[in-house]
């Protein structure tokens, strides 16, 4: 059994896997779940306060609750414990 061989089963094994490139447009569309009321313009889900107050002044000159009434911040702090706090030098 040469290498060639042994590539050649390889290449059949990994087909037989049925591995399928995944395209990440879809579900970047499905995570735009935040919505203007007033234009119907969407956002992803991961926009924060600053860049809806941003469209909502530009845009429509209202305020963040006018254009996204259902819009909350996340109480999720993510901001990381700087180093001195853990002992680290």
Do not use: W, Y
Request: glycine share 4%; charged share 30%.
């Amino acid at each position: 059994m040469g290498n060639g061989n042994k590539a050649q089963m390889k290449r059949e094994r990994n087909a037989k896997a049925g591995t399928e490139a995944k395209s990440q447009l879809k579900i970047n569309v499905a995570s735009k779940t935040i919505q203007c009321k007033t234009c119907f313009q969407t956002f992803m889900c991961t926009s924060k306060a600053p860049e809806l107050t941003l469209h909502a002044s530009n845009k429509h000159d209202k305020t963040l609750p006018e254009c996204f009434p259902d819009f909350k911040e996340s109480d999720v702090k993510t901001d990381k414990p700087n180093a001195k706090a853990n002992g680290k030098k």
